[in-house]
């Protein structure tokens, strides 16, 4: 790094204070709108769940994250004691720029957000329960209505926690196809009105308009649309307005339930510098904790520190908290029908129906790739890779995938390898019981574009995207789906092998039959 250093303390806008790791119970981190003692659902959750796998898992993540924070706070306060470098203010200033260059305030970005979608679509069906508190899905709560979150339940809250909190509360079970039919509907309203939309939501209960036009005109336009959608479906609709998309989706979620907030050049600064990074995107909840052990709590710490913050983080996080801090960070968002960047299917086990063995877990397995195929087959879509993921009773989330130089439709391929990614992680992992199960097609592409049968690669002519092989180069095993850790050890210990005299038996010479031996192009 360039040593030239600029005559400006680094500790000019910052407390020069040791800062302390904020405590944080991991427990109950939710920011939904409508959310109430937070105290109490903390207490409540921590006694139901004492010494649970759930609880263990929680303390976890809270030892990992006290760490980070302990080692980003030393950090801190090194960096407080000299001056700052011209090079990092410099690349800072360049970034800063380039955000706010990017920061058009010509562009209107509209966003709806269907309020307590599910709850209010039972309402509907069940008017008698206007004004109860009410949760949708039994077990596990997968949305609660605003009286319910006067209570602290939110969605992810386990039943019996959520009954704890208020014994009044009213339960009734999910019907996803009630919701899909509704969202049909909903959005094909709104497409009469809009040429161009996008469908982000979970069952898209959300969308989003660039409005092209003045900002009193996306005002009227948002206002006639969310009045539109009350009086057809008896819905309401949050509306945020914003130069971004992303600053359209916080704004929407400012004033609920059915608000609506308009954010313009004049008072951009006023609202985008009082958000809580905990409510930011591109914030997690780990870096939210890390920022507050060192006093960032909202967006105008994260501008008036963006410095030190550079210096702390690694340099791709780093911009994006730069670009963030001055409201012009974005993740691309695109507009119209676009395309699907994966399709899959997971199951969720329940408590009495937990699978444990292998048998049970493969003939699962079998049954969700189905179901993901099935969705593959029907959006019109091949694949360029397959990824199988797995949670564990003591709720580790892993993934493992495998991508292809070519695009695949052939169920008898793509299950084998779904088959040899689980047997590869599950044995990781110490083949444990798991919560969860699930296979995702990646890297889509038309289906036009697949190789529908096997001729092509037993032929040749499909040499050129034939997935990436990978063979031991001492026994010619396959280690197509064996991690980076799996391959180095696996290759140690063929080395470690004594020399074998070669048999020139047939039986010596099989070789088990694999993935890469039914692709591998015959001579």
């Known amino acids: 790094m360039n040593n030239a250093t600029r005559d400006v303390p680094v500790n000019a806008n910052f407390p020069a204070s040791p800062v302390s790791v904020p405590k944080n ?5 939710s920011s939904k709108s409508g959310l109430k003692n937070h105290n109490r659902v903390a207490q409540v959750i921590q006694k139901a769940s004492a010494g649970s796998k759930f609880a263990n898992h929680k303390n976890r993540i809270d030892r990992r994250r006290s760490e980070a924070a302990e080692g980003l706070i030393d950090r801190y306060n090194s960096i407080l004691e000299k001056k700052l470098p011209l090079e990092v203010v410099n690349q800072v200033d360049m970034i800063t720029t380039a955000a706010q260059e990017s920061l058009s305030m010509k562009n ?14 039972e309402l509907l069906r069940h008017p008698e329960l206007k004004g109860r508190p009410l949760v949708v899905g039994r077990g596990l709560c997968s949305a609660s209505s605003y009286e319910a979150r006067r209570y602290g339940i939110t969605a992810g809250m386990a039943e019996h926690i959520a009954r704890t909190l208020c014994p009044s509360l009213h339960v009734v ?44 005109e996306a005002e009227t336009f948002a ?27 916080m704004a929407s979620d400012f004033r609920k339930p059915n608000g609506f907030f308009s954010v313009c050049a004049d008072s951009f600064q006023d609202w985008f510098y009082k958000m ?42 780093a911009a994006r908290m730069v670009a963030i801090s001055v409201g012009g960070y974005n993740r691309e968002m695109r507009y119209g029908e676009g395309d699907a960047k994966s399709v899959g299917k997971e199951v969720t086990f329940g408590f009495g129906s937990r699978v444990g063995t292998g048998a049970d877990l493969h003939q699962t397995l079998e049954e969700v790739f189905h179901s993901a195929f099935k969705r593959l087959t029907k959006q019109g879509y091949s694949c360029g890779g397959i990824a199988v993921k797995m949670k564990t009773i003591e709720f580790e989330v892993k993934e493992r995938s495998h991508s292809f130089n070519g695009y695949l439709h052939n169920k008898d391929v793509l299950v084998k390898v779904a088959h040899e990614l689980f047997d590869a992680l599950h044995k990781d992992l110490g083949k ?18 697949a190789i529908q049968t096997l001729d092509r ?18 026994c010619s095993k396959s280690l197509m789906c064996m991690s980076n850790r799996e391959i180095n050890s696996h290759i140690d210990g063929c080395l470690a092998q004594p020399r074998r005299r070669q048999s020139n038996s047939k039986a010596t010479k099989k070789k088990q ?11």
Not at 457 to 474: H, V
Request: aromatic share 12%.
């Open 25 to 29: 119970s991991g427990m109950f981190t």
């Open 108 to 121: 209107h970005h509209v966003y709806f957000d269907m309020d307590c979608y599910y709850v209010n679509l």
């Open 173 to 216: 079970a999910l019907d996803h196809s009630h919701y899909r039919d509704m969202s049909d509907k909903i959005l094909a309203f709104i497409k009469e009105r809009f040429p161009i939309y996008e469908d982000i939501g979970y069952f898209h209960d959300e969308a989003g308009v660039l409005f092209e036009g003045t900002l009193e």
């Open 223 to 249: 206002m006639q649309v969310k009045a539109a959608i009350l009086e057809e479906f008896k819905l309401t609709v949050s509306v945020g307005i914003a130069p971004t998309p992303i600053q359209a989706k």
């Open 276 to 317: 809580n990074v905990r409510k930011v995107f591109g914030i997690g909840p780990s870096q939210a904790h890390m920022l507050e052990s060192i006093g960032v709590t909202t967006t105008r710490h994260l501008f008036e520190k963006r410095y030190i913050l550079f210096q702390l983080f690694p340099d791709k996080t």
């Open 432 to 449: 444990p019981s798991l919560r969860l199960l699930g296979v995702r097609f990646i890297k889509l592409s038309a289906l036009a574009n």
């Open 457 to 474: 690669w037993a032929d040749g002519t499909a040499k050129k995207e034939l997935p990436a092989e990978k063979c031991c180069p001492i």
């Open 513 to 523: 039959r694999t993935i890469a031996d039914m692709l591998r192009p015959r001579k």
